[in-house]
């Protein structure tokens, strides 16, 4: 094993997807060195193409919204939920509450916004060791000090103040550590492909995100609008549902799929597939912690939510930049502990808290939206909030009292760091 001090670098950050390349812009903002180790080669396929209109701020502190706007991408004003008779409900334009250019959001070719998101690591001063493949954490006691991983087909022993993982849903630290669960009445599965041609609404819901629920409600479909008149489609239910009966034969199944759920066959009605289809696991998780002696978790890494209401990014960029902030701060002072690197922790696991009940209460099947907030239309902006991603804050929370008389919601899972 080659072994390398690497005395320049402060922090290894493990994978360059959104999570890890915007801890690694921050940390270069704030002058230090980080080092990312991305096991793929960019651009690469990978799925999770809406973002929420709450990763403006973010978006302007890594210094990329003149790229966003100049991207080509889809621009998202809006999200539309279609019941399970094929009804559209009313559009939430998400500017129509806040009249102003952060209510608008982009729908993203993933290959393409990531290799736009490592570039600006790079842009910014971050070392990026692509091909190398982390294999698992150095311990010195219970301090993490580095890193093996595999690179140019030789394992190598990195070294660091401070190890990032970002490894997605692989997870490698939280594996390795084994304070990783899941999330038991959260396990599906996804089919999905790319369409050419989908009917697309005209005006200001064209860029929406469909959330179509599927006739006999035991899962429901994702439709996105991307660039070039591409669509993605994706149908999500538990695994069971997908494969019982069917045989080995998930393009077969997703084409059923479409042909029985009408809120997506009358839009795909002129509509060509141009892919392959995937098929993918997104059972929901979580660690136990967001951190320890050296080391943190972010994005995937830490947990990962049912992508319903497409919180995956803005829940990768949230502590990717949190735990940028704390790592800064941790080398300042010498305090690498798990309560100084893992201060964001409590706050972050709150928010992802709030979106985890919404969740829940979508996959209630005696549970009605709609009729709640006929009931109670005082929370009709706390819905709004929670779908544009604004859940670090002590106020939306208030939707789940009353919303408890009607749906059973989990309770708070919190971490101490």
């Not at 392959?276 to 943190?296: A, L, N, P, T």
């Not at 790592?327 to 690498?336: C, E, N, P, R």
């Amino acid at each position: 094993m080659i072994r390398t001090a690497n005395q320049n670098v402060d922090a290894i950050i493990l994978g360059g997807g959104p999570a890890g390349a915007t801890c690694a812009t921050i940390l270069a903002q704030h002058g230090r060195r980080p080092l990312i180790l991305e096991k793929s080669t960019f651009p690469r396929h990978h799925i999770g193409e809406s973002l929420m209109p709450g990763t403006y701020e973010i978006f302007d502190r890594l210094g990329i919204l003149p790229k966003l706007k100049n991207s080509g991408f889809t621009v998202k004003e809006s999200v539309q939920f279609v019941n399970s008779d094929g009804r559209d409900s009313r559009p939430y334009f998400f500017p129509d509450r806040d009249p102003h250019e952060r209510s608008y959001t982009w729908q993203v070719k993933r290959s393409e916004f990531d290799q736009l998101m490592l570039d600006n690591a790079r842009a910014h001063g971050a070392e990026v060791l692509m091909g190398a493949q982390a294999r698992r954490v150095i311990f010195e006691g219970d301090r993490a000090v580095g890193v093996v991983a595999k690179v140019d087909g030789q394992e190598r022993e990195l070294r660091a103040k401070v190890v990032v993982d970002a490894t997605g849903q692989g997870a490698l630290l939280s594996r390795q550590l084994n304070i990783r669960y899941p999330d038991q009445k959260l396990r599906n599965a996804a089919i999905y492909s790319y369409y050419k041609g989908a009917h697309r609404d005209e005006g200001r819901n064209a860029g929406a995100t469909l959330v179509v629920s599927t006739p006999n409600r035991e899962g429901w479909f994702w439709v996105i609008p991307l660039a070039d008149d591409i669509t993605s489609i994706g149908v999500v239910a538990p695994p069971a549902y997908l494969t019982s009966g069917r045989g080995d034969d998930p393009e077969a199944t997703l084409a059923e799929e479409i042909r029985n759920c009408p809120g997506v066959a009358r839009r795909l009605a002129n509509a060509t597939r141009v892919d392959k289809v995937y098929v993918c696991s997104d059972f929901s998780y979580r660690s136990e912690r967001v951190s320890g002696e050296g080391w943190v978790l972010i994005g995937d890494a830490f947990g990962f939510l049912d992508p319903v209401y497409s919180s995956g990014l803005l829940l990768a960029f949230k502590s990717g930049e949190w735990a940028a902030d704390a790592i800064h701060d941790a080398l300042k002072t010498g305090d690498l502990s798990a309560a100084s690197l893992g201060r964001w922790g409590p706050r972050f696991a709150a928010g992802m808290q709030l979106l985890r009940q919404l969740v829940y209460a979508f996959y209630d099947r005696d549970f009605s939206f709609a009729q709640f907030m006929k009931q109670h239309p005082e929370h009709g902006d706390h819905l709004v909030r929670l779908l544009i991603g604004d859940v670090f804050n002590d106020e939306v929370g208030a939707i789940f009292d009353p919303m408890r008389n009607w749906t059973k919601l989990p309770e708070a899972m919190a971490v101490t760091q």
